[in-house]
């Protein structure tokens, strides 16, 4: 079966960094993979995707900040985060399932982690 799990969360001060990773089993790289974050009281919302082929899409919000990378032969998916502001708190999920990188919308992923939460103060 499918799984996707998170790790590399944790508590960080303003202006520093953190790298997420996603194991996936059971699926092929074929489909995009996308992390995604939710804050309290918020939406679930698109951060970067990657495709097949490598390319990305990330939020205007993370540009310039973050970078969504893959290893294929470790089946991993990493998110490195850099100089993280207090409203990049939340939890983030990695998913996968979507056909394109565009729209970067939860509703387009079939497949979902349990998640990990970061916090930067």
């Known amino acids: 079966h499918v799984q996707l799990v998170e790790s590399g969360g944790g508590s960080v001060q303003a202006g520093g960094s953190l790298t997420l990773s996603c194991a996936v089993s059971?699926?092929?790289?074929?489909?995009?993979i996308g992390w995604f974050r939710q804050a309290p009281g918020k939406e679930r919302e698109g951060v970067a995707a990657?495709?097949?082929?490598?390319?990305?899409n990330y939020a205007d919000s993370v540009k310039g900040r973050f970078t969504i990378s893959k290893d294929n032969d470790k089946s991993t998916v990493s998110l490195i985060m850099n100089n993280l502001k207090p409203e990049d708190t939340a939890m983030y999920y990695c998913a996968t399932g979507a056909r394109f990188l565009s729209p970067l919308h939860a509703a387009f992923y079939n497949y979902w982690g349990q998640g990990t939460q970061v916090t930067v103060s």
């Open positions: 059971g699926i092929t790289f074929s489909s995009c």
């Open positions: 990657i495709d097949s082929d490598g390319r990305t």
